[in-house]
């Protein structure tokens, strides 16, 4: 009887290395396979459990989530690649977009049973769409960008193997319109109109400069330096700006003779004041003008009446009968009342 023990204790040291090998195999695939499929694997042979291992290796160099920051420039296309997983084994992929001014919206594909594809978005933006047909390359693009595509984008693919996840946060860059140009004597002014983000501006030599920022509705900024210079020796001055969408020198030469621009403000100003007073006088002598013509006009004449109504006039002046019709209507008034 003891003999047949330590036969059978034997016979099961081979059983008891081959699960804990299983074990350990399992244990370096974790997250990706299960322990059944990692005891079926060492049932094959040699070189179908190396092959195996090493696709699964492959696998494992996918990582199931990441981030990305992204700068992109206005008016250029933009591509946004999915976590590299083989399509034969993408179940789902969904892109979840949550933009900065805007409501977010999904873009989703999923194989269906036989073997074909569905797509559905609630995405209004017509460009932000996939690259190819998402059964074929899942990436999203935007073209072009503009400011507004400012935000997050997440890829988020669903495999049998599990699920990856990969974000971008992107940032839309807009260059600015650099200028330069000298506004008074020994003051020049450098302007970086609309970019995004704010440019940086620097003098030299430097001056005794005034910087302001303006802010824009599309999150574009303008940013001005006016620098003067007291010193007669400086001729030539450089302004250097400094953006994420590149980096622009602009010189310009110090003007001198400040006297020929006074003297000319001051006859700008005299002539309008001039202009207007010649003008008021001309108005007061017509206004005067017309008035004397008027009165002359509405002077009367006295021999209008008679030359008007001759008859009437001589009736009541030279008729007698006129005289003695009245004094006897008169008289036989008076008998009549007594």
């Known amino acids: 009887m003891p003999y047949f023990g330590r036969t059978s204790d034997l016979q099961l040291l081979p059983i008891l290395t081959v699960f804990l090998a299983a074990g350990y195999l399992s244990a370096g695939v974790e997250g990706f396979t299960t322990s059944g499929n990692s005891t079926q694997q060492m049932g094959q042979n040699n070189n179908g459990s190396a092959s195996s291992m090493d696709g699964k290796q492959n696998h494992t160099k996918v990582p199931t989530e990441g981030n990305t920051f992204l700068t992109v420039l206005e008016d250029t296309k933009a591509v946004l690649p999915c976590p590299p997983v083989p399509l034969t084994n993408v179940v789902i992929t969904t892109w979840k977009i949550v933009l900065r001014d805007k409501p977010s919206c999904i873009r989703a594909y999923w194989r269906n049973e036989k073997g074909g594809g569905n797509v559905t978005t609630n995405c209004t933006d017509e460009r932000i769409t996939w690259l190819y047909r998402p059964e074929r390359n899942c990436s999203l693009q935007i073209d072009p960008v503009v400011t507004s595509h400012d935000g997050f984008y997440r890829c988020e693919v669903a495999t049998p193997d599990g699920n990856f996840h990969h974000g971008y946060h992107l940032q839309v860059l807009v260059a600015p319109e650099v200028t330069l140009f000298q ?61 994420e969408a590149g980096n622009w020198s602009l010189s310009i030469e110090l003007k001198q003779g400040a006297k020929i621009p006074e003297n000319l403000r001051i006859v700008c100003i005299i002539l309008p004041i001039l202009f207007v007073l010649v003008i008021m006088g001309s108005i007061w002598l017509l206004k005067i003008g017309c008035r004397k013509c008027k009165m002359k006009k509405t002077e009367p004449t006295p021999v209008e009446e008679d030359e008007m109504q001759p008859y009437e006039s001589y009736t009541e002046k030279s008729n007698p009968l006129y005289d003695t019709t009245e004094r006897v209507l008169k008289t036989s008034q008076v008998l009549q009342s007594q």
């Open 183 to 243: 506004s008074e004597n020994r003051t020049a002014v450098c302007k970086a109109v609309a970019g995004k983000p704010a440019a940086r501006l620097s003098w030299t030599p430097e001056g005794d400069c005034v910087p302001e920022h303006r802010y824009w509705g599309n999150g574009t900024v303008t940013v001005q330096s006016t620098c003067y210079w007291a010193e007669s020796n400086v001729s030539t001055v450089s302004c250097s700006v400094f953006h």
